[in-house]
Each structure stands twice: as C-alpha cells, then as structure tokens.
C-alpha cells in the first residue's frame, strides 16, 4: 500500500508537467475538460503528442459525456505548438503513463495477497450494499470490499470517513488483531483519526 501511494505521487507530479506543457503552449484544455487524466484529456493529449495540431480535429476526440461542447473545446485548443514544450508533454505523458502501469501491477500483487486470507469465521451476513459514491479516481482495481470483508468479517466501510482504500491501510498497518489498543477511544487517537488532530 505504501508503494502504491508513493507511484500516485510520482504520477501526480507527470500530471502537474503535462498540465505546464500545455499551459505554455497556450492550450487551455484543463479549463474545458474536468481532468486532463479523464478519457478525454489522455486521449487528446496523446493525439497532441502523435502529431495532431488541428483544434476540432483534437476537438472531436472528446467523450460523449464531456459537459463542454467541441467548439468550445477547439477554442481551448487554439496555441502555439512549440517543440520544446511538445517533448516535455511527450516525456511527461510517457511517465504519467509508466506510473499507470507500476499501480496496475501494485493493485494486482495488493489482490494476490489478500486472496488466501480469510477471517477466522465467515461473516454471518452477507456484504450489505456499498454506500454514496464507490469509485474513485485513484481507487483499486479490485473489489476493496468484498476482498476486506473476507478478510476481517467485518464492513470496514460502514464506518463513517472510512473508504475501501483507508480500511485497506489500515488492515495493512495495524492488522486485524487491535488489542494492542484498550478502547476504540486508543486507536483512533493512535491513527490521528479524531477530530482536531493532526496527520
């Protein structure tokens, strides 16, 4: 988990290039798409990157579910495409996309893992539906949930603030043994968890 968290950051840091890239080149693509890491946005920066330079052609690869119109996008899209701002967008993308693939790999080793393990007993219930939003951006590749519940017998996620990535850390941390900690009261407080403190 550890290593998955630090390719994010290592990704993130490609995105933040990518993003300079194209502000220098005076494209303003992350004002009209809502993530340049969204189908849309890769999909025309990877154009960008292969040769394209004509707005609405560029324009034309957005996602039908894009709020932005073509137009708009093409507007967004009118700049000036230097060579030096278009291999720093190449060299960007190509990391940002090295990083997709490391997380890959990390989220099928983090699912290999928790496979053979299982709680002490079967839960008695079975998993109650997930509540509010369940995938993320960075989310794992894999059912969080199911694999944690088979794990610890117990839905993690139930927990107010506790996502299947979080309860998935914390399992990986701490384990599924807490006597270590007295009360819940300790633990949260170990975990920095309660309100007010500090992480």
Known sequence: MRQRE?????AA???QHMQKALTQMN???QHVVADIAGQTGLRMIRAIVAGTR???????????RCKRSAEEIAKALDGHYRPEHLFAL??????YEAYQARIAACDRQIEAVLAPLSAPAAPAEPLPPPGGKTRHKNALAFDVRTALYGVVGVDLTRIHGLGPALALKLVAECGTDLS???TAKHFVSWRC???GNQV
């Open 6 to 10: 630090r390719l994010l950051e290592y």
């Open 13 to 15: 840091a490609h995105l």
């Open 27 to 29: 494209l303003k693509l």
């Open 54 to 64: 004509d707005p609405q052609e560029l324009a034309d690869l957005r996602d039908g």
């Open 90 to 95: 190449e060299q960007a993308l190509a990391l």
């Open 180 to 182: 270590a900690w007295p």
């Open 193 to 195: 968890l309660a309100p």
